[in-house]
C-alpha cells in the first residue's frame, strides 16, 4: 500500500531554495515501510524539487546562475497570455522538475552526506507551497 502525507511550506519566491529533507525524512519514519522510495512532488508549474548541497553561498550561486541561464528580465510570451510575469519561474522549473524519488534502507534516507532534499520556488512572489510525499515500499 502506497502512505500519502502533505507538507505546507512558505517561501519567498525568486528562488528561495528550502531544504525539505527532514520533512521528507519524518514521513518515512512515520510510515510502516522499513525499505523503499520516496517520492516528493510540488503541484505547481512555477516551483521545482530537486536536491543540492544547501550551504548558503551554493543556495546564492543557484540564484545567480539560474538568472544567468534562464533570465527574468527578457521578454516572454506568456507574459502576453494572462499578463503576469514570471515566464522565467516556468522555464526554470520546467528544467529542474517538479519531483524527485529517494531510495530509503531501514528507515534511512539514502542520501549523500553534503546532499539534501529541496523545495525551489521561482514564482515572482510569496507562495504557500503544498509538498506531496509518497512512501512506497515494504
Ligand atoms: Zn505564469
Request: glycine content about 6%; proline content about 4%.
Amino acid at each position: 500500500m502506497v502512505e500519502f502525507y502533505r507538507v505546507r511550506v512558505r517561501t519567498k519566491g525568486n528562488t528561495d531554495v528550502i531544504d525539505i529533507t527532514q520533512h521528507v525524512a519524518d514521513a518515512v519514519e512515520k510510515s510502516n515501510k522499513k525499505d523503499g522510495i520516496a517520492v516528493v512532488f510540488v503541484p505547481g508549474s512555477t516551483a521545482a524539487i530537486t536536491t543540492i548541497e544547501y550551504e548558503p553561498n551554493l543556495v546564492k550561486d543557484i540564484k545567480n546562475i539560474m538568472e544567468k541561464l534562464v533570465p527574468s528580465n527578457i521578454e516572454y510570451l506568456h507574459h502576453k497570455t494572462w499578463g503576469d510575469d514570471n515566464g522565467s519561474s516556468h522555464i526554470r522549473a520546467s528544467i529542474v522538475k517538479p519531483s524527485l524519488t529517494v531510495p530509503f534502507q531501514n528507515k534511512e534516507l539514502l542520501l549523500g552526506t553534503w546532499q539534501q532534499i529541496v523545495l525551489m520556488d521561482f514564482d515572482t512572489r510569496e507562495r504557500e507551497r503544498e509538498i506531496i510525499i509518497q512512501i512506497i515500499g515494504e
